[in-house]
């Protein structure tokens, strides 16, 4: 019993290291691309060539942490969505015979956790989009040399780019994703309560 009890522990703080620093990242990432969005919008007549390269430096960094971030999370991200939904089948079909607190608590603690991850997938997406956004919206056009347009132009291009958290590259992390998972746990437990 104690060598169980050790092994859950362990687990349980396994999993809470690992959803920490995915929440402790992605925040980052995104006032990263918060910050930067900010400098976009002081972009005027009288920005120097300084200026700009210190943010497209920051740009770059900023699309680099998505990318690492996503490299980092990819299996991680993967794993989160075939367990979730291989719980939720499992707990829902236990449910269906006994209605018992330890099925409940593991649905409500799966939907939780899947929920925080696509949530921030979808916080990544859109901090993404507000980027792309600052930038067209920016003064650019005021900007008085044509490199420094050139230059802006360039940034512009690379952050049209989808960018964000995907599950091994296949399916994006999002509510989206967290809705289409309900449905296919209620499909696949449909199918198999009639099969049975």
């Not at 930067?36 to 919008?41: D, E, F, K, M, T």
């Not at 979808?122 to 008085?144: A, D, F, V």
Request: glycine share 4%.
């Amino acid at each position: 019993m104690t060598t169980m009890m050790v092994w859950i522990s362990h687990m349980a703080f396994i999993v809470i290291g690992s959803d920490s620093f995915f929440i402790l990242t992605t925040v980052h990432t995104m006032s990263e691309a918060s910050v930067c969005g900010h400098l976009v919008s002081k972009i005027g007549r009288n920005t120097d060539d300084k200026y700009l390269n210190d943010l497209i430096e920051r740009h770059l960094h900023v699309l680099d942490l998505i990318e690492s971030s996503n490299t980092i999370f990819s299996v991680i991200n993967f794993c989160q969505l075939i367990s979730a939904f291989l719980m939720i089948v499992a707990a829902l079909f236990q449910l269906n015979s006994v209605v018992d607190a330890v099925s409940l608590l593991i649905i409500v603690a799966i939907l939780s956790q899947n929920f925080v991850y696509c949530f921030l997938g979808t916080c990544i997406e859109t901090s993404c989009e507000q980027l792309e956004q600052s930038l067209y919206c920016s003064q650019w056009y005021n900007l008085r040399n044509v490199s420094l347009k050139r230059k802006f132009l360039m940034m512009l291009v690379m952050s049209q780019r989808k960018r964000g958290y995907f599950a091994i590259g296949i399916k994006p992390m999002s509510l989206e994703t967290h809705a289409e998972l309900l449905k296919a746990a209620f499909s696949f437990l449909n199918v198999l309560l009639t099969m049975l």
